[in-house]
C-alpha cells in the first residue's frame, strides 16, 4: 500500500515571496507521483506529474518539482508566488505497473498568498 | 477539447433517499475513477471503471456501486444515504489505465 504525507497544512506566504510544499511518500514498489491544484468550489487541476525520465519537472505557471527517490520526497516549489496561487495543493501516489491505478492522496496544503 | 463533465452539480438527498452522479470523460478516455472528498477526510478512492468493467473498488460499503457505460462514460449510485455521505464527489478519466488522471468539477452532495 501506498501512504502520503504532506507535512504542513496551511502556508501562509506574501506576494513575490518564494515558497515550499512539502511532500512525502511511502511505498513498496515504484510509483508515479503527481500534485494536483484545487481553486475553491472546483475540482482538481494536474499540476505537473513524474513517471520518469528527468527527477525536476516543470508546470507552464512557474511551479517545480523534484523526485528524490533516497528520501522518498516530492516537493513543490515555485520562486515567486502570486495572489492567484492561492489554493489548496494535493501531493499523490499511484503505483507503477501492477492492477491497481488509484491515486493515494495527502492531506493537502493550503496555500495562502497574501499582498 | 472538452474536459471531464459531471452532473448535477449540487444533489440535495434525506437520509435512506438514492443518490445518482453521472460522469463523461474525456473523449477518448477509457478509464473512469471516482472520488470522495469529505470535510476533514481528505480524498478518498471509491470505484474505477474500465471497459465497462469494475476493476477495483476502495473501502467502502456495497451500497456506493456504479457501472460504466458503452460510451465510456458512468454512474455512482449511493443507496440508503446517510449523513456522513455528504461530500464533493469527483469523477476522473485517464486515457488508459495507469496514465494520468483529469478531474471533473465535482458534484456537491449533500444529505439532510
Known amino acids: 500500500a501506498q501512504s502520503v504525507t504532506q507535512l504542513d497544512s496551511q502556508v501562509p506566504v506574501f506576494e513575490e515571496a518564494p515558497v515550499e510544499l512539502r511532500c512525502n511518500y511511502s511505498?513498496?514498489?515504484?510509483?508515479?507521483l503527481f500534485w494536483y491544484v484545487q481553486y475553491p468550489n472546483q475540482g482538481l487541476q494536474l499540476l505537473l506529474k513524474?513517471?520518469?525520465?528527468?527527477?525536476l519537472v516543470e508546470s507552464i505557471n512557474g511551479f517545480e518539482a523534484e523526485f528524490n527517490k533516497s528520501q522518498t520526497s516530492f516537493h513543490l516549489r515555485k520562486p515567486s508566488v502570486h495572489i492567484r496561487d492561492t489554493a489548496e495543493y494535493f501531493c499523490?501516489?499511484?503505483?507503477?505497473?501492477?492492477?491497481?491505478?488509484?491515486?493515494?492522496f495527502g492531506k493537502g496544503t493550503l496555500l495562502t498568498v497574501n499582498p | 477539447e472538452a474536459g471531464v463533465t459531471q452532473s448535477p452539480t449540487h444533489l440535495i438527498k434525506t437520509r435512506g433517499q438514492q443518490a445518482t452522479l453521472r460522469c463523461s470523460p474525456i473523449?477518448?478516455?477509457?478509464?473512469v475513477y471516482w472520488y470522495q472528498q469529505a470535510l476533514g477526510l481528505g480524498l478518498q478512492f471509491l470505484l474505477w471503471?474500465?471497459?465497462?468493467?469494475?476493476?477495483n473498488r476502495g473501502n467502502f460499503p456495497p451500497r456506493f456501486s456504479g457501472r460504466q457505460f458503452p460510451n465510456y462514460s458512468s454512474e455512482l449510485n449511493v443507496n440508503a444515504l446517510e449523513l456522513e455521505d455528504s461530500a464533493l464527489y469527483l469523477c476522473?478519466?485517464?486515457?488508459?489505465?495507469?496514465?494520468?488522471?483529469?478531474f471533473g468539477p465535482g458534484t456537491r452532495l449533500t444529505v439532510l
Open positions: 476522473a478519466s485517464s486515457l488508459w489505465s495507469g496514465q494520468e488522471q483529469f
Open positions: 511505498s513498496s514498489v515504484s510509483v508515479y
Open positions: 513524474y513517471l520518469s525520465g528527468s527527477t
Open positions: 499523490a501516489v499511484m503505483r507503477s505497473g501492477g492492477s491497481n491505478y488509484k491515486l493515494t
Open positions: 473523449s477518448g478516455h477509457t478509464s
Open positions: 471503471y474500465d471497459e465497462g468493467e469494475e476493476r
